[in-house]
């Protein structure tokens, strides 16, 4: 993939003391990615609301600090990013019932995630992005060295993408073939991706891909198709455009978002 543009979902920071070992809070976020046109199942609240897990998983209290951002022009080049404090709630148009959390060992938190956004008045996406971060760093002394701070400081951050779709969303791409490489173009007005990539034999019949990824079965599309999962997963935004190469000798495989419900698209050289 020559451009690979990821938006990642995890993002670690670390800041390095002295050589040793490494420490950080451990907690989990679900889900990780927010659309709010699809309903959760099993969700009973109102439309313009979504929920948001966090469970900590560490042997000590969690002090956790969330920061929203609206995301401009994602994906391109001026890609920039408007924090929630810098505009009128009602223009910003997402909101958290909570930006500090404390959370005791073992147990988890839901937060309500609102969209103050009428679809009807999109021309595309509204996007944004929530990211986490622990309000406490880890400083340890060595046990080789008495006296002495050594390690690593580590601060586990979670990104999570929240979409806000127009009323009539559409997350069409286009794709074009040029020898061995490949387009992609989106030319709809909501958010697609290619969830995963796969180099797999040319014989690869590519609709069991889009069943066996469909249902999970992630295994067997490695060890009865022997597909390989390769790098190059990442959301496709609205006008934006991703490249790919095929390999010699191999088929490629792209996992489409396709409104959620996982499609493949298979491409020879």
């Known amino acids: 993939m020559k451009q690979n543009y990821l938006n990642t979902l995890l993002v670690f920071f ?9 420490l950080a809070a451990s ?25 948001l897990t966090i469970k900590n998983e560490d042997a000590r209290p969690l002090y956790l600090s969330l920061d929203v951002k609206k995301v ?3 994906g391109r080049k001026d890609e920039a990013f408007v924090s929630q404090s810098d505009m009128d709630p009602k223009k910003f148009g997402l909101v958290l019932n909570n930006t500090k959390l404390i959370i005791p060992p073992g147990q988890e938190r839901t937060l309500v995630v609102m969209s103050l956004m009428d679809s009807a008045q999109l021309d595309q996406d509204a996007t944004y992005r929530i990211v986490t971060t622990p309000m406490q760093s880890s400083r ?32 069409s791409v286009r794709f074009a073939q040029n020898g061995s490489r490949v387009s992609l173009s989106h030319t709809g007005n909501s958010f697609n991706s290619v969830s995963n990539v796969y180099y797999c034999p040319l014989s690869t019949d ?8 469909q249902h999970n079965n992630l295994d067997t599309i490695r060890d009865q198709f022997k597909c390989q999962r390769t790098a190059g997963a990442g959301f496709l935004h609205v006008g934006q455009e991703l490249t790919y190469d095929i390999p010699e000798g ?20």
């Open 140 to 171: 340890f002394l060595s046990e080789a060295t008495e006296g002495v701070a050594s390690g690593v400081a580590m601060v586990l951050q979670y990104g999570i993408h929240v979409f806000v779709p127009p009323e009539n969303p559409d997350d």
């Open 14 to 22: 670390a800041s390095l003391l002295l050589s040793g070992s490494v």
């Open 206 to 213: 590519v609709s069991n891909i889009t069943r066996e990824y």
């Open 72 to 74: 401009i022009n994602p």
């Open 27 to 51: 907690y989990r976020v679900s889900p990780l990615t927010i659309n709010f046109g699809q309903q959760e199942p099993g969700y009973a609240g109102p439309d313009n609301s979504r929920t």
């Open 250 to 269: 191999k088929k490629l495989v792209l996992i489409m978002y396709n409104h959620g419900k996982r499609k493949a698209r298979g491409f020879v050289s």
